[in-house]
């Protein structure tokens, strides 16, 4: 691109990110690129300040949250684990931040609450996208290129979301994403159902394998064992603090997944071949309308 | 390599197979390039028996199991469906053939007993290889080269059973095969638990969004549901036969996961941060256990 191009029209001039992670700094390595936009990092563990420190393309880095907070920006982007982006936006609150605030955690009902409840201008996001792995070691610009992104606005924020709302639509369409939005109850009905309930299946499933087998069982497994308990392999505590923040949700959809599978044992226990087969006829066929990857 | 080198020394010279789905297939196309040996293949559908009678390598293809039962064999390969191999076992009892018989079915218990019941020189295998997609147009030597490949002998069978297994170890290193022995009742345990028991999770997970989420649940899906249900979408036949033979251990089993989603589900319905964190730290300590692939 010769260099006198103008830059794309950005939404916002001055990002402020906070937690480098997976996502964090996929996001960062993803937004990079493009001129004119000054991108400044927070994160709490200084190995990863001193990493992102040596990237001169980066503003400003810090492991101080007082700094962070007093930074001058346009958007702030809280990309840390959930319960400390809650944490974050009571924090902005009490500290009465002027710029409008968004995130990229996988629920989005308790967060949106608490940015209500400290009247900022917030709205969520979600980026169809993960990994097995974290850390900003494994971040990436194409992790986040081209995904399904979520925008989770809600009613009670007044006006000023909907303006929000179009600009964060723009800025990650920047990235080639694909822009949904649900409110943030759907949005965690719907994730509890589809990525909150598959991580729990599969650590249940390589739980069992590990309770029945270890710890020889694994020398024998192949592709089916693993695709299938592949999600578990992540690292927990990202997990365990969505699931405390959906735990209805989740604790209900492991209960429905608890009655399919009774289900399918009565059949197989009782050598019920017909209904076996129209069960699993029906699921496969189901499983099949989604695309090959 | 040049045409006048030695070629290695072939256990059997007249190889018969049935079943030219997806690992019948893979075999054929795997021991294909062996000078010496002669490959015929049954399979009961014409379509298939037409595609195979265009290999100029084969020397013969029937869709008649009694051509295939007629011919001059040094072994016979039984790839068909599980329940359907247990059938040609019989059968081939009844007709007295002289050469020993091996099988490739997801299940060893059944087809043992079927072949010490019909009095052959008979030793399971079952090569660690698989696709959620069935059929010979997706078969390729490669499904099968350098794969863990088990082999089930069981001393009720004898001495003879000893020679015969010792020449299919031979067989199937030809192939890079890493081969292990394991008793039929063994690998039936084994292969509830960490394939059976997979695929009815991955099929019981699809069957639950389906009945919470369809028809549009499937639009907002990213990798952990693509990868946790991705066996699910495999033909459900093959695994309505594997269930009905293997049902003990598999409904066992369903009954343990059952267990361990329990007690997930306890902790999160009951915000239980500490236990939760407990049970998928150490589960997902065991899951990466696992060599990434």
């Known amino acids: 691109m010769p260099k006198f191009k103008l830059p794309p029209r950005l939404p916002f001039r001055r990002l402020g990110l906070a937690g480098l992670g997976l996502i964090g700094g996929s996001l960062v390595k993803a937004f990079m690129p493009f ?33 962070f907070l007093s930074w001058p ?8 684990p959930v319960k400390r982006n809650v944490e974050m936006v009571a924090r902005m609150g009490r500290a009465g931040v002027p710029y409008p605030v968004t995130d990229s955690g996988s629920t989005k009902g308790p967060i949106t609450e608490a940015a209500l409840a400290a009247g900022l201008n917030f709205c969520g996001g979600h980026p ?21 992104f979520l925008l989770t606005p809600d009613e009670r924020f007044g006006p000023r979301q909907k303006e929000l709302l179009g600009r964060l639509k723009n800025f990650h369409e920047l990235l080639g994403c694909r822009i949904r939005l649900v409110s943030p109850a759907e949005h965690d009905r719907i994730y509890g159902l589809i990525s909150h309930l598959p991580y729990v299946t599969a650590s249940a499933l390589a739980g069992t394998a590990m309770a029945k087998g270890a710890p020889d069982i694994l020398s024998w497994v192949g592709t089916g064992f693993k695709d299938t308990t592949r999600v578990g392999a992540s690292p927990p505590l990202k997990w365990v603090e969505v699931a405390m923040e959906n735990s209805a949700n989740i604790s209900g959809f492991i209960g ?33 309308l989604l695309a090959k990857d």
């Open 35 to 67: 001129g004119g936009l000054e991108i400044s990092v927070f994160d709490n563990n200084p190995e990863t300040v001193r990493e992102a420190g040596r990237i001169k393309r980066l503003a400003r880095v810090t492991s101080d949250p007082d700094e």
């Open 73 to 80: 920006l346009d958007l702030a982007y809280l990309c840390l």
């Open 128 to 148: 169809i996208a993960g990994k097995e792995v974290a850390g900003f070691r494994h971040s990436t610009a194409d992790l986040i290129r081209g995904c399904l």
């Open 256 to 288: 429905d997944l608890i009655e399919t599978l009774t289900g399918l044992q009565t059949a197989i226990a009782q050598k019920n071949e017909p209904e076996l087969t129209r069960m699993l006829t029906e699921i496969s066929a189901f499983r099949r």
